[in-house]
């Protein structure tokens, strides 16, 4: 069974920093392309960051400069520091998994909740 499982998320004051982490198991985790997304109230979910199989990686025009993606193939997780956070950076974060050989297959985590509030 494939779970993802997102963390780290929370309340902090814009310009801080928070760390989301993504741990996956049942998947070769080599085999798939990550990403991070989020969804706020009332909006579509877009990307946010991704990080291919390889460690090539990019990221949205609106958090270019102040996220970072990262993989460890090692621990199967994925990470994104998230530095001088905004209030409009406010959403539900989700990680994704998307399979990188053959057939188009996709996994998503439950989603952690950032808010960025004084």
């Known amino acids: 069974q494939v779970r993802l499982v997102e963390s780290g998320g929370g309340l902090v004051q814009p310009g801080g920093s928070l760390r989301l982490s993504c741990t996956t198991s049942g998947l070769i985790f080599s085999n798939y392309d990550m990403g991070w997304y989020r969804q706020a109230p009332g909006k579509q979910r877009e990307l946010v960051a991704a990080?291919?199989?390889?460690?090539?990686?990019n990221a949205a025009d609106s958090v270019k400069g102040r996220f970072t993606i990262s993989r460890d193939n090692a621990k199967n997780t994925i990470s994104l520091q998230m530095n001088s956070l905004k209030p409009e950076d406010t959403a539900a974060y989700y990680c994704k998994a998307d399979f990188v050989w053959g057939p188009k297959r996709s996994y998503w985590g439950q989603g952690t909740q950032v808010t960025v509030s004084s």
């Open positions: 990080i291919t199989s390889g460690g090539s990686t």
